[in-house]
């Protein structure tokens, strides 16, 4: 009988970032297709949130409309890194009416717990959806405020953000906020410390603006630093509705979200030059220019991306600041896409990748139209701590922007995998919107030198070499892992050789016909943007049987 067996043979010399270009024919940052997730419905306004236990696993929610209003959130979830989404799992979450906000938490089932957070149907009191397994099972739905506020006191923009970090007292704490801009003008969180199960009874302030001002669009996160630390922005007005936002809004809790405070520069921490609207486009002056939060989850540092307008330029921009305190003091703004006069980047969302270190933004941008009247969604990616940035068209088709497309748009990264979705009406039009996503690759934003060969023997072996180079000594282990379509791993290591030489280690893996994926982790000293944590990039090579 024929022996049958795989053979992934390996040059590592000092690895820690791989290009792309190992990913048979895959170049950096790789745009995918756009998926269309498979609804009838007409729903925009998406939130997308990736399981940490399983970076293919996502939940996307989004405002189902019915006839121009809002239906209540769908609910969509995809085992394969988006490609495709069960539609068994596929509904209208009742009650639910608007603003959804997503997260996967590590306890559950397999994959975690699903949440939705949302506005609920009845009375704009704040509610959630939850479930731990996929196949048609029902969700679970908690009125977290049921009774608390005072009824349709304009509850609005909540978010929703869960203390994922494997260790610490607020494991599977999750934190909702929202703004309450009618009767008791602010920015409030409810809390649950059972993993969504049951909710604080009285809501905790973390900015009460009174009744003149108007406080909306806040975000949330948790800190890797301190296990109850959780950090929230939102937009700032010093007038109500229609008048724009005029400052960017940050506080922090020290213990779970209960008591929260203002930094030592004070509360309000990037003026923005406000807008009621853009001219054809979606949308309105605060949503547009409401921000969003990212945390780097080996270092701390935050980052926070907005919109605004600069003196003397008609046309919007997004830009992002830094903190590398925790947010007690806040750096220059940069803007992280080329300045197209005369054309509006607006509606960003701002993420972080554990694998490549990389700052992902993802946002709506008129520059490919002549009278700025259209919109592409666009990426922009920064491998250096958010100091320069690297943009790029993300959407396969455009659409003309004017239309309702909600009032903001998802993204999340992990594992090397940015996944940007939104909504257009490139098919039916006339606003009528369908939700996109369209995975991005990020492994290829690097500064090591790259090549791959590929060998086949049909029947017997695939053999794959790859040699690169890199500055760094040769300090610690590099590792070789590599994962069977069927979950199976196997392990190789291998010393590390001097800079600019060819080091070589090989495993040898029973045969599997299949997706088989590989990882190459490497302690070596001086590594960045991970210090000397092990580097995780995966490829995806097929075996042959």
């Given at each position: 009988m024929r022996s049958t067996r795989q053979v992934l043979q390996w040059a590592v010399l000092a690895l820690l970032m791989l290009a792309p270009s190992m990913a048979l024919g895959r170049d950096p940052l790789t745009d995918s297709t756009d998926v269309k997730i498979p609804t009838t419905r007409n729903e925009a306004e998406n939130s997308i949130a990736i399981s940490p236990l399983n970076s293919k696993v996502l939940v996307v929610s989004n405002n189902a409309r019915v006839s121009g209003s809002n239906g209540g959130n769908s609910s969509w979830i995809s085992l394969d890194a988006g490609k495709t989404w069960l539609t068994t799992d596929s509904l209208v979450l009742n009650p639910s009416r608007a603003d959804p906000a997503c997260a996967i938490g590590r306890s559950g089932g397999t994959n975690g717990r699903y949440f939705v957070n949302h506005l609920d149907s009845d009375d704009f009191d704040l509610g959630i959806h939850y479930k731990d397994t996929t196949g048609g099972t029902s969700w679970t739905h908690k009125e977290i405020d049921a009774g608390k506020s005072s009824g349709n006191a304009g509850t609005d923009k909540n978010h929703l953000a869960i203390n994922n970090n494997t260790s610490g007292s607020y494991q599977n704490h999750l934190i909702s906020a929202f703004s309450e801009a009618l009767n008791v003008s602010g920015v409030y969180a409810y809390r649950s410390e059972n993993n969504g199960v049951s909710w604080t009874t009285t809501r905790s302030t973390i900015f009460a603006g009174g009744d003149s001002r108007d406080h909306r669009g806040v975000n949330l996160q948790w800190s890797p630093a301190s296990p109850g630390k959780v950090y929230a922005c939102w937009a700032m007005r010093d007038t109500q509705l229609p008048n724009p936002p005029l400052n960017t809004g940050f506080r922090y809790s020290s213990n779970g979200g209960d008591i929260w405070n203002a930094p030592s520069a004070g509360h309000a921490i990037q003026a923005v030059s406000g807008f009621t609207s853009l001219p054809g486009k979606t949308g309105d002056g605060w949503t547009l220019q409401a921000p969003v939060l990212a945390v780097n989850m080996d270092n701390g540092h935050l980052y926070i991306v907005f919109t605004t307008k600069?003196?003397?330029?008609?046309?919007?921009?997004?830009?992002?600041?830094?903190?590398?305190?925790?947010?007690?003091?806040?750096?220059?703004?940069?803007?992280?896409?080329?300045?197209?006069?005369?054309?509006?980047?607006?509606?960003?969302?701002?993420?972080?990748?554990?694998?490549?270190?990389?700052?992902?933004?993802?946002?709506?941008?008129?520059?490919?139209?002549?009278?700025?009247?259209?919109?592409?969604?666009?990426?922009?990616?920064?491998?250096?701590?958010?100091?320069?940035?690297?943009?790029?068209k993300v959407s396969d088709s455009g659409w003309n922007g004017d239309s309702f497309s909600g009032h903001y748009m998802g993204l999340a990264a992990k594992d090397g995998v940015a996944f940007p979705v939104w909504s257009d009406d490139r098919e039916f039009g006339s606003g009528n919107h369908r939700p996109y996503i369209s995975p991005v690759y990020l492994w290829g934003v690097t500064q090591s030198s790259v090549s791959h060969s590929v060998s086949n023997d049909p029947g017997l072996e695939l053999s794959v070499t790859a040699t690169w180079s890199t500055s760094l000594a040769a300090l610690g282990t590099d590792y070789i892992v590599v994962k069977s379509p069927t979950g199976l791993t196997y392990t190789g290591t291998a010393t590390p050789s001097g800079t600019g030489l060819t080091h070589t280690a090989t495993k040898v893996c029973p045969c599997e016909t299949g997706d088989w994926t590989y990882t190459v982790k490497s302690t070596r000293t001086g590594f960045t943007p991970r210090g000397s944590d092990p580097k995780t990039l995966p490829r995806v090579y097929y075996c042959v049987d």
């Open positions: 600069v003196t003397g330029q008609s046309d919007a921009d997004v830009f992002v600041i830094k903190s590398t305190d925790e947010g007690q003091t806040w750096g220059s703004r940069v803007r992280v896409h080329a300045n197209v006069a005369d054309k509006d980047q607006w509606h960003p969302w701002i993420s972080w990748d554990d694998c490549t270190g990389a700052v992902v933004v993802t946002f709506l941008d008129s520059r490919d139209y002549t009278n700025n009247d259209g919109a592409n969604t666009y990426m922009s990616v920064s491998l250096d701590g958010a100091a320069t940035w690297n943009d790029f």
